[in-house]
C-alpha cells in the first residue's frame, strides 16, 4: 500500500500519477485518464478505487517514436525579409530579403503529399515575414486542394492580401504584445514607425470577415509582466479569442548586447502569477490561454518537446535545407551545424540519427522529475543557449514547470 507519509508537497510520480500534498489532502492526477482525486483519508478502500480508476497504472503509450517517414506537418519557411524591426525577434528578421521561389515551394509540398497525410496541413511561416512572399503563397494556396493552411503573421499586412486568405479559408495567428505604448516600443516597424494600429485594425477585419475571434502570440518581458492586466484588457477589448504568451527568451536579436540592456525575461514566481492572472481572466472572460510549455498537459508521453526535433513537422527553409528547429532557419545562426538535417532531394525522409539521439534520451536531471512526460525537457535551441546540451533543460524553465503544474492540477479539481 501506498504511504501516505511518503508523499510530500514536492509532487512525484507514482505510475502514471503525479501525487502531492496540500494542507491536510493529497491530491492526484492520472496522465493516462486525466481524472484528478482529492484525498483527505488514505486506506485500502480508498486506495482500492483510485486504482481501479487508472490512478498508479504505467503510462500507456509512453513512447512515441521519432525517426518517422511519415510526418504529419509540413513547414514552409518563406523568406528572411521583414516589415518589423523587432526588438527581440528570435530569428534576427531582416538579414536578408532572400525568399522561397515557387519551384523550391512546389518541390516541397509534392514529397510530402507523396507520403499520403492523413490530414495534410502545412504552415506558412518565415525568418521574417512570410506575406511578403505573396506570389509563392497564392500559387500554392491555389494549386494544392485538401491541405489546411495556417499562416502567422506579424499582422502587418495589406488589406487587400488578408481578405484573399480569409477567402482562401487560410487560418491565421497575429503577433500583436499589448496596447500601442507596448507594441509601438517592441514591435517598431523597420523605419521606426508604429505598428500598432495597422495590426488592429487588421485583427478587426478578421474578426468582421470572417466572424471568428482572431488568436494572438505574445512576448511577455519583466518589464510587461507587470502590466499583463492591461494588456488582457487590452485583448479583451479587440474581442481577441486567443492569448498565447511567452516568455522572451535571449536568442536571436534579443541576444545582442544592447537587447540585452533592456529586454529581460521575467523572473520564475512573476512568470508563474503572471500565468495565472492569465488562466483567471481567460476563466472569466471565456477566453483561451495557451502557453507553449503546458501543450503537453493532456497529452503526456516521453518525447521530443516539439513536432521538428521529434519529426513530425518537416520544416524547410527558404533555400530548401532542412532545419529541426522553426527558430534556427539558415547560416546565421551560430547553431545551424546542430539543427539543419539535410536538403530536399527526391523523397523527405528524417532518420532517429539526423535529429540527434542525445536529445531523444532525457538527460540526468529529467530522469526521476514527475514532470518529465509533460515537460519533454524543454526547447533544443533554449536548452543549447542556456546550458551548452540540448538535453539539459535550464533551470528558471524547470522551476516554472515544476510549480505550475501542481497549480492546474488543483485548478482543475476546484473546476470539476
Not at 521574417?128 to 500559387?139: D, L
Not at 513537422?313 to 545562426?333: K, P, Q, R
Not at 551548452?388 to 470539476?416: T, V
Request: with cysteine; glycine share 8%; net charge positive.
Amino acid at each position: 500500500m501506498i504511504k501516505m507519509d511518503e508523499i510530500g508537497e514536492i509532487p512525484q510520480l507514482i505510475g502514471n500519477s503525479i501525487a502531492f500534498r496540500d494542507g491536510d489532502s493529497f491530491f492526484l492526477y492520472s496522465q493516462n485518464n486525466k481524472k484528478v482525486a482529492k484525498v483527505s483519508s488514505w486506506n485500502k478502500e480508498v486506495l482500492d478505487q483510485l486504482q481501479k480508476g487508472g490512478f498508479f497504472d504505467a503510462l500507456a503509450n509512453q513512447i512515441t517514436q521519432c525517426g518517422i517517414n511519415k510526418a504529419s506537418n509540413l513547414m514552409l519557411l518563406l523568406g528572411r525579409d521583414c516589415y518589423m524591426a523587432c526588438k527581440y525577434c528570435s530569428v534576427n528578421a531582416g538579414v536578408s530579403n532572400k525568399n522561397m521561389s515557387v519551384e523550391l515551394a512546389d518541390k516541397a509540398i509534392g514529397l510530402y503529399l507523396d507520403t499520403s497525410p492523413a490530414h495534410p496541413r502545412i504552415t506558412l511561416f518565415s525568418g521574417g515575414e512570410p506575406t511578403i512572399n505573396a506570389s509563392v503563397i497564392k500559387h500554392v494556396v491555389d494549386k494544392y486542394k485538401g491541405v489546411s493552411w495556417i499562416l502567422t503573421t506579424s499582422g502587418v499586412v495589406s488589406r487587400l492580401f488578408l481578405e484573399w486568405l480569409i477567402e482562401k479559408n487560410v487560418t491565421i495567428g497575429f503577433s500583436l504584445d499589448g496596447p500601442p505604448h507596448i507594441q509601438n516600443f517592441l514591435r517598431p516597424l523597420r523605419n521606426g514607425m508604429p505598428s500598432s494600429k495597422i495590426v488592429e485594425n487588421n485583427i478587426r477585419a478578421w474578426r468582421k470577415k470572417t466572424g471568428k475571434h482572431a488568436t494572438v502570440r505574445t512576448t511577455i518581458t519583466s518589464d510587461t509582466i507587470l502590466l499583463i492586466d492591461e494588456i488582457l484588457d487590452y485583448f479583451d477589448k479587440l474581442d481577441i479569442g486567443t492569448v498565447h504568451l511567452e516568455m522572451l527568451s535571449h536568442i536571436g536579436r534579443a541576444a545582442s548586447t544592447d537587447a540585452k540592456l533592456i529586454l529581460q525575461p521575467p523572473t520564475s514566481q512573476e512568470w508563474i502569477a503572471g500565468v495565472v492572472k492569465a488562466l483567471n481572466w481567460g476563466e472569466k472572460r471565456g477566453k483561451r490561454i495557451k502557453i507553449g510549455a503546458l501543450n503537453y498537459f493532456f497529452n503526456p508521453q516521453l518525447s521530443s518537446y516539439c513536432g521538428p526535433m521529434g519529426g513530425q513537422t518537416i520544416v524547410v527553409n527558404h533555400e530548401g535545407f532542412l532545419t529541426s528547429c522553426s527558430e534556427v532557419v539558415d547560416e546565421t545562426n551560430g547553431y545551424w551545424s546542430v539543427f539543419m538535417i539535410g536538403k530536399i532531394n527526391q523523397v523527405l525522409k528524417i532518420n532517429k540519427e539526423d535529429l540527434g539521439s542525445q536529445y531523444w534520451k532525457y538527460g540526468k536531471a529529467c530522469e526521476n522529475c514527475f514532470a518529465k512526460y509533460i515537460c519533454r525537457g524543454g526547447c533544443a535551441h533554449k536548452n543549447l543557449i542556456k546550458t551548452g546540451n540540448i538535453s539539459e533543460p535550464d533551470q528558471q524553465y524547470c522551476q516554472f514547470m515544476k510549480s505550475i503544474i501542481p497549480i492546474l492540477i488543483m485548478r482543475i479539481f476546484a473546476n470539476k
